[in-house]
């Protein structure tokens, strides 16, 4: 972990947006808590498959979709809750999703790994590693083709990188110019392995070899992310093409939550450290309250809101029917 | 599962243990890297993780993490590089985690691995094998749970090997790191923990050799991989309504030991193929295929198939359960074309 500076010093505040922010807060805490409850029905026995948490990784989702329009685009993963809240899911339809409830965005044939709405401009999470490159950047062509100011977000975590697939997509999205930003969530480790074994030379020169623009952004700085999101958001909706975003990050948890005895790929020390001096929600709602946005008080109140939104979203989805088995043939076409 | 229902009649039995499925799986890649030094095991955290279902845990501490390697997730890439490995003395061992994923591979495995020794005129080799998993009801949704083993057993040039024992997967894998071409293994993941006899003394099976895991008199049920367990439970449900199941096992697609099979429906006159892939042009078509050539004229009616329902894998459980084929299921098909009320 490189050795950053504290957010608090390095930005000041910015009186243009106190609401703005307050809303991002809300939705990362949102997001820490939704996956607090995933931890704890999956460890309940109440999810079944896999569930693979976004916790630590906050600041990335609700940093690049606050610079979206509600009608852009994004793909996500199989780390995609947070990506689906911040895009503008409702909780209790995606508990119900998780759950494999009737009620759920995909009527539970999709799970934690597939959620989509198109509501939401949420193509859909892909449980296929880089599976949504294409998906990204051909909403992308049709965004431009049909000239209709959207942009479409593709995000993707390190390990996509190994995906031939990526670099033959940005090559078309830069050769086209076509509105896609590619977040690249680096969060560390692809499964139980350490980036650096899997991943050759400088990662942003790869998208630079294309000519696309290319940064490098900390991930735990919610505020850094939507600033450097917002310039390349506008920018590829002006036509100017394609970006890039290296977002350096941490995940928390275990790859799913059944990964509990970590020492051997990494050390309790490491994710200690990243807790307790780069927790982005930490960091952010110091910011807000060292630059009076917020009081410690507010945003106690506020977590709680949030806190009761989601218990009553999961008791929502605990209460809602399973489908009905008949309609395993539903939407079979061919 | 009791021991009895995995043994085959193979098995010598005087100085059997019990392995599971991956156990089994680990002992003969063992036995094979100690026995030859060009196999090389490669993958996904296969190295300290011994991949995600831990069927590796404890290879790279015995052989080192030079020979069984992480891989970043570049499924094409590994699979061409082991290629080019087997064609220049290395035996590689590929590990694509859900079978799902060979999608990935399908041009180098299907236009590359599978054509080298024939366009070659018979001058390269390609001695490589992948191993990958099939299977649902893991509640692991449409990309994770597919049964795809047909899409291989198509190609000319592949062969397709499907164990449904620890006593199996053992004994194939080993003759499938010695064959000289490439073979594609596909593990159940909901059967690694499937315990069996499995004998101390080294052994080998034959690839393209089928086995009968019961025999019976009244009618024949062709099982593969997952579904052999699911025939041996209608079996037992059959033999209570007084109906002799036969249950024979390719164990391969291909190679596919026709005669066994032709010969076990001469026999009993009545088939049924179960395999957790999807029927349509799938390994049941071929199969039921193959048997109402070699055995028209003793067929009592036209072969049954049940695979894997028309549908993407869902995730919600009650959606998924009904998608796979069941031991009830099997049980009255058979008691059917039996004609048993
Ligand atoms: C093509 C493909 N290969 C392998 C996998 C299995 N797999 C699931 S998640 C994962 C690691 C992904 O790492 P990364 O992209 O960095 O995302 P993270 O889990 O760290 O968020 C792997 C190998 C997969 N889903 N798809």
């Known amino acids: 972990m490189t050795k950053q500076k504290s957010v608090i010093e390095k930005t000041p505040a910015s009186a243009a947006e106190p609401d703005k922010y307050l809303r991002m807060y809300q939705q990362m805490m949102s997001i820490r808590i939704f996956e607090e409850q995933v931890n704890d029905l999956y460890t309940r026995a109440l999810m079944p498959g896999l569930a693979h948490l976004y916790i630590g990784e906050e600041a990335i989702a609700v940093g690049i979709c606050s610079a979206l329009r509600p009608d852009d685009y994004i793909t996500s993963t199989h780390r995609g809750h947070g990506h689906c809240l911040a895009k503008g899911a409702s909780p209790d339809r995606m508990f119900a999703e998780l759950l494999g409830k009737e009620a759920g965005y995909c009527r539970g044939k999709g799970g934690s790994m597939h959620i989509a709405d198109p509501a939401t401009g949420n193509l859909g999470a892909n449980a296929i590693v880089g599976g949504s490159a294409g998906i990204a950047t051909g909403a992308a062509f049709s965004a431009k083709r049909l000239g209709n100011g959207r942009v479409a977000v593709c995000f993707f975590g390190e390990g996509a990188l190994g995906q031939g697939l990526l670099y033959e997509t940005m090559n078309l999205a830069q050769l086209w110019k076509l509105p896609v930003i590619y977040v690249c969530e680096n969060n560390t480790y692809n499964e139980y392995t350490h980036y650096s074994e899997t991943t050759a030379g400088d990662v942003l020169a790869r998208p630079k070899a294309f000519g696309i623009q290319a940064e490098r952004v900390d991930g735990q700085d919610v505020r850094a992310v939507y600033a450097t999101a917002n310039a390349v958001v506008e920018r590829a909706r002006g036509g100017n093409g394609p970006a890039f975003l290296l977002c350096d990050t941490y995940r928390y948890r275990g790859h799913h939550v059944g990964d509990v005895s970590r020492e051997y790929y990494r050390s309790k020390q490491e994710e200690q450290k990243w807790v307790s001096e780069r927790d982005p929600i930490k960091l952010f709602s110091d910011w807000l309250i060292a630059h009076k946005l917020a009081t410690a008080g507010q945003l106690q109140t506020m977590n709680a809101e949030v806190k009761s939104t989601i218990d009553a979203a999961v008791q929502f989805a605990l209460n809602a029917p399973y489908p009905d088995p008949l309609e395993v043939q539903q939407d079979v076409y061919a | ?341």
């Not at chain 2, 392995?19 to 680990?26: C, F, Q, S």
């Not at chain 2, 006593?167 to 490439?182: F, M, T, V």
């Not at chain 2, 055995?295 to 894998?313: E, N, S």
Request: glycine residues 8%; charged residues 25%.
């Open chain 2, 1 to 341: 599962m009791s021991t009895l229902d995995v043994k085959t009649a193979m098995a010598p039995s005087a100085t059997e243990r019990e392995l599971t499925l991956g156990e089994a799986i680990r002992e003969a890649l063992a036995e094979e890297m100690r026995r030859d030094p060009r196999v090389v095991l490669m993958g996904e955290d296969v190295a300290e993780a011994g991949t995600v279902f831990k069927v590796l845990t404890g290879l790279s501490a015995e052989f080192g993490t030079d020979r069984v390697i992480d891989t970043p997730i570049s499924e094409a890439g590994f699979t061409g590089l082991a290629i080019g490995a087997a064609m220049t003395g290395l035996r590689p061992v590929v590990d694509i985690m859900f079978g799902d994923f060979i999608a990935l591979v399908m041009d180098q495995m299907a236009n590359q691995a599978a054509k080298v020794h024939y366009m070659s005129g018979g001058k390269w080799k390609v001695p490589l094998v992948m191993r990958t998993t099939l299977g649902a009801t893991r509640r692991s949704a449409a990309q994770h749970s597919q049964s795809l083993h047909a899409w291989f057993s198509h190609v000319p040039g592949l062969k397709v090997v499907l164990p449904s024992t620890p006593y199996d997967a053992k004994g194939l894998l080993k003759s499938a790191i010695r064959d000289e071409n490439p073979v594609v293994f596909f593990e159940d993941k909901m059967m690694y923990k499937l315990k069996g006899a499995i004998p101390a003394e080294e052994y080998t099976i034959p690839l393209g050799v089928a086995d009968i895991k019961r025999s019976g008199d009244d009618i024949t049920l062709v099982a593969t991989s997952s579904m052999v367990q699911v025939a041996l439970g209608a079996a037992k449900m059959l033999q209570e309504i007084g109906v002799g199941a036969e249950v024979i096992d390719p164990r391969t697609t291909w190679p596919l030991d026709e005669e066994r099979l032709i010969e076990s429906v001469k026999k009993t006159s009545r088939a049924i193929v179960i395999d957790e892939g999807y029927a349509r042009y799938g390994a049941t078509a071929e199969i039921a295929s193959v048997i109402a050539e070699g055995a028209f004229h003793y067929l009592d009616q036209p072969v049954k198939r049940i695979g894997a329902m028309h549908v993407p894998i869902p995730f919600s459980p009650p959606l998924e359960d009904v998608t796979v084929p069941t031991e009830q299921m099997v049980f009255e098909a058979a008691r059917k074309m039996c004609g048993k009320s």
